[in-house]
C-alpha cells in the first residue's frame, strides 16, 4: 500500500560536533520556551514521554546542524525560526544559528520489487535484553541474522510512527556491518555499528532508526540511484 511522506530538513550555517547533538536539540527547546510543539521535545504537557517514533530529529549534516521534520513535525518546525532567536547555548560556547538552506521532499514509501541500497550510520540497536542475547552467539552469520532482525524490526516501527502499512514483505539483507563500537549518551556507553544494507522498502534520507534518533543515532541514507523511479538525496557529505 504505502503512502506519500513528507519530509523538511533546515540545514543551519552551524558548524557542530556529533557528540554536541543532544546539546543541540537542548538548546533549540530552549529557545522557544513554551512555545514548544510537543514534537520537538517528546513530552506532553503532563511532561510524560510521547512514545511514538520522532517526527522531529535533530541531525549532522555535512558538519552542520540539520533538523530533520517528517510530516505533522514538518507543519511545526517553522516555529523554530518565528522564535526570533538566532542564538544559541550549546554548552559551553553561545552561538549564532542561521538557516543555511531548506529542502523539502515528497517521497512514495512502499514495497518495490527491486532492492534498494542504504548507509546507516551510528546504528544504536541493541537494548539490555537483546546485548545479552547478543553477546552469547557464537558466529559472525549468528549475529547479522539477529541484526537484521532488529534492523527490520526498527523499520517497521519508523513506519508505524509515519502511518505507513505495508501489503507484502519487507526484505532487509545486510551486506556491510562494521565492527562494534561504544559511543556515549547521557553518560552511559552504548554499542552503535556502522551497516550498508538492502531492502525493498524506499525511505527518505536522514530519518533515523534505532535508538535515539532524535539527536541522530541511526542515520539513514540512501546510497545510490536505482530503477524503481524513488527518490535519492544527492547529498555527498557525511553525517
Known sequence: ?????????????????????????????????????????????????????????????????????????????????????????????????????????????????????????????????????????????ERKNMLESILRGNLLAMLKGMGVWLDGNLVVKINYLSEPFLLQYKGVRLMAFNVDFESNLSIPTHLGVGRHVSVGFGTIMQCRENQTGARVDEEKNEL
Not at 521535545?41 to 555535512?62: C, E, M, V
Not at 526570533?84 to 512514495?108: A, D, F, K, T, Y
Open 1 to 141: 500500500m504505502g503512502r506519500f511522506v513528507r519530509t523538511l530538513t533546515i540545514t543551519y550555517d552551524l558548524d557542530i560536533g556529533f557528540w554536541e547533538m543532544p546539546l543541540f536539540r537542548g538548546a533549540v527547546i530552549r529557545a522557544m520556551g513554551a512555545m514548544a510543539d510537543v514534537l520537538f521535545h517528546n513530552h506532553t504537557d503532563s511532561d510524560r514521554l510521547r512514545y511514538a517514533y520522532p517526527l522531529i530529529q535533530y541531525k549532522r549534516i555535512g558538519n552542520k546542524a540539520s533538523i530533520v521534520a517528517i510530516d505533522q513535525g514538518a507543519d511545526v518546525v517553522g516555529q523554530f525560526a518565528s522564535c526570533g532567536c538566532n542564538m544559541l547555548q550549546i554548552g559551553q560556547r553561545e552561538v549564532s544559528c542561521n538557516v543555511l538552506r531548506i529542502q523539502p521532499c515528497r517521497v512514495l514509501v512502499q514495497l518495490w520489487e527491486s532492492l534498494l541500497h542504504y548507509r546507516l550510520c551510528r546504528w544504536m540497536p541493541l537494548n539490555d535484553k537483546n546485548y545479552a542475547i547478543y553477546c552469547k552467539l557464537e558466529t559472525p552469520i
